[in-house]
C-alpha cells in the first residue's frame, strides 16, 4: 500500500515538474508580437546580424492603447537600451523619446564642457561661447580657424567669446598631439602666446607636413613654440623643458571629454551648446552666431549691404 502511493506521488510529482517547465518554456519563448518587432527593427535600423535584438515584456504607459516595450541591443558587453510603444492590438510600434521641457538641453551641454585655464578670444563676459574642438593637423580645422579669425571675431567683437580644446586624431595625424601639448605649455604662461601658435600652425600646415621625417616636424613645431615665447617673454627655463617633456595629461583629458559628448571628428563645435559639425561656410556660421545672440538677448552687429546671414553654400565634410 506504502510503495503504491509512493509511486503515485512520484509520478504526479514528475507530471507537476513537467508542467511548470513547459511553463517557463511557454514564457521565456518570444511571443508572435515580439518576433514582429525585432523584424521590423532590424530592418529599418540595419541592425547587423551579430548583434542579439532582445524585446521586454510589454508594460502599461501613459499613453491610451499602447503599451510600453524596451528594445535592448546586445553586442558583446555592449548593450543599449532604446524606449518604444507597441499597439494593444501588436499593429503598431513607435519609437518613443521623453524630452524633458524642464531643461535646456544646451545649457546642459556646455556644463560638460571643462574651459577652466583655456585661453579666450573676444569678450570675457561675453554671453555667447564658442567652444570649438580642434586638431592642429587638420585641414578642415584650418578652414574652420580662418573663417573665425580674424573675420568673425572683429565682426561680433566682445558679443562672443571663443575657447579652443584639443581633439588630435593622432592615427591620422602624427604631428597633432605634439602641437597641442606646445600650445598648451604656451598657454600656461600666457593666452595670447597659445593664440600666436595656433594662428601660424594653422596658417603653415603645408610647411610642417614638408618638413619630414616625423622628427623634423616635431623639431619645427618646438622651434615655432620657443619663438613665440620670446616674443611674449615668457619664462625659457619653464617653457622649454615643458616643451621637452610632452606631458600630454591636458590633451588627452580634453580628448575623453570630447569622447564623452560624442565627437568623432574636427572641427567640431558648441555655440552656446549647439553643435557645429565640419567647417561650415562663413555666412552659416552667421547664422548659427547670430541665433544663439537673439536667444541670449544679444543684439547682433550691424553688416554692410548684401552681407549674408543665412545658409547658401554646400557644407564641406568634416575631417574623419
Same mark, same amino acid.
Given at each position: 500500500?506504502?510503495?503504491?502511493?509512493?509511486?503515485?506521488?512520484?509520478?504526479?510529482?514528475?507530471?507537476?515538474?513537467?508542467?511548470?517547465?513547459?511553463?517557463?518554456?511557454?514564457?521565456?519563448?518570444?511571443?508572435?508580437?515580439?518576433?514582429?518587432?525585432?523584424?521590423?527593427? !532590424?530592418?529599418?535600423?540595419?541592425?547587423?546580424?551579430?548583434?542579439?535584438?532582445?524585446?521586454?515584456?510589454?508594460?502599461?504607459?501613459?499613453?491610451?492603447?499602447?503599451?510600453?516595450?524596451?528594445?535592448?541591443?546586445?553586442?558583446?558587453?555592449?548593450?543599449?537600451?532604446?524606449?518604444?510603444?507597441?499597439?494593444?492590438?501588436? +499593429?503598431?510600434?513607435?519609437?518613443?523619446?521623453?524630452?524633458?521641457?524642464?531643461?535646456?538641453?544646451?545649457?546642459?551641454?556646455?556644463?560638460?564642457?571643462?574651459?577652466?585655464?583655456?585661453?579666450?578670444?573676444?569678450?570675457?563676459?561675453?554671453?555667447?561661447?564658442?567652444?570649438?574642438?580642434?586638431?592642429?593637423?587638420?585641414?578642415?580645422?584650418?578652414?574652420?580657424?580662418?573663417?573665425?579669425?580674424?573675420?568673425?571675431?572683429?565682426?561680433?567683437?566682445? !558679443?562672443?567669446?571663443?575657447?579652443?580644446?584639443?581633439?588630435?586624431?593622432?592615427?591620422?595625424?602624427? /604631428?597633432?598631439?605634439?602641437?597641442?601639448?606646445?600650445?598648451?605649455?604656451?598657454?600656461?604662461?600666457?593666452?595670447?602666446?597659445? /593664440?600666436?601658435?595656433?594662428? /601660424?600652425?594653422?596658417?603653415?600646415?603645408?610647411?610642417?607636413?614638408?618638413?619630414?621625417?616625423?622628427?623634423?616636424?616635431?623639431?619645427?613645431?618646438?622651434?615655432?613654440?620657443?619663438?613665440?615665447?620670446?616674443?611674449?617673454?615668457?619664462?625659457?627655463? +619653464?617653457?622649454?623643458?615643458?616643451?621637452?617633456?610632452?606631458?600630454?595629461?591636458?590633451?588627452?583629458?580634453?580628448?575623453?571629454?570630447?569622447?564623452?559628448?560624442?565627437?568623432?571628428?574636427?572641427?567640431?563645435?558648441?555655440?552656446?551648446?549647439?553643435?557645429?559639425?565640419?567647417?561650415?561656410?562663413?555666412?552659416?556660421? !552667421?547664422?548659427i552666431f547670430d541665433r544663439a545672440l537673439?536667444?541670449?538677448?544679444?543684439?547682433?552687429?550691424?553688416?554692410?549691404?548684401?552681407?549674408?546671414?543665412?545658409?547658401?553654400?554646400?557644407?564641406?565634410?568634416?575631417?574623419?
Amino acid at each position: 500500500m506504502l510503495r503504491r502511493f509512493l509511486v503515485t506521488l512520484l509520478r504526479r510529482s514528475f507530471l507537476v515538474l513537467i508542467l511548470i517547465c513547459l511553463g517557463c518554456s511557454a514564457q521565456s519563448a518570444p511571443s508572435e508580437v515580439s518576433r514582429r518587432i525585432e523584424r521590423h527593427v !532590424r530592418a529599418y535600423y540595419n541592425i547587423p546580424g551579430e548583434v542579439q535584438v532582445l524585446i521586454s515584456a510589454p508594460k502599461a504607459s501613459d499613453f491610451p492603447n499602447y503599451d510600453a516595450v524596451v528594445v535592448s541591443f546586445v553586442n558583446g558587453q555592449k548593450k543599449q537600451d532604446y524606449d518604444f510603444l507597441v499597439a494593444k492590438d501588436g +499593429k503598431t510600434l513607435i519609437r518613443m523619446t521623453r524630452m524633458d521641457l524642464s531643461t535646456d538641453p544646451y545649457t546642459e551641454l556646455m556644463k560638460k564642457i571643462d574651459v577652466s585655464g583655456r585661453p579666450t578670444r573676444g569678450g570675457k563676459d561675453a554671453k555667447v561661447v564658442a567652444v570649438n574642438y580642434d586638431d592642429f593637423q587638420c585641414p578642415y580645422c584650418s578652414r574652420m580657424h580662418q573663417a573665425l579669425f580674424p573675420q568673425l571675431q572683429q565682426e561680433y567683437g566682445d !558679443r562672443v567669446r571663443f575657447i579652443y580644446k584639443d581633439f588630435p586624431l593622432a592615427e591620422i595625424h602624427p /604631428w597633432a598631439t605634439h602641437a597641442a601639448v606646445n600650445a598648451n605649455c604656451l598657454a600656461a604662461q600666457n593666452g595670447d602666446a597659445y /593664440w600666436d601658435f595656433a594662428d /601660424w600652425v594653422h596658417a603653415s600646415q603645408k610647411e610642417v607636413n614638408a618638413a619630414k621625417p616625423l622628427d623634423s616636424q616635431f623639431a619645427l613645431l618646438d622651434k615655432q613654440a620657443d619663438l613665440l615665447g620670446q616674443k611674449r617673454s615668457l619664462d625659457a627655463a +619653464k617653457l622649454q623643458p615643458c616643451i621637452k617633456a610632452q606631458k600630454d595629461d591636458l590633451v588627452q583629458a580634453s580628448l575623453r571629454e570630447g569622447n564623452l559628448l560624442g565627437i568623432t571628428a574636427t572641427p567640431t563645435m558648441f555655440i552656446n551648446g549647439e553643435k557645429v559639425d565640419g567647417a561650415l561656410p562663413i555666412n552659416e556660421l !552667421r547664422a548659427i552666431f547670430d541665433r544663439a545672440l537673439k536667444d541670449a538677448g544679444v543684439p547682433g552687429p550691424a553688416r554692410a549691404a548684401g552681407t549674408p546671414a543665412a545658409p547658401s553654400a554646400t557644407v564641406p565634410p568634416a575631417a574623419k
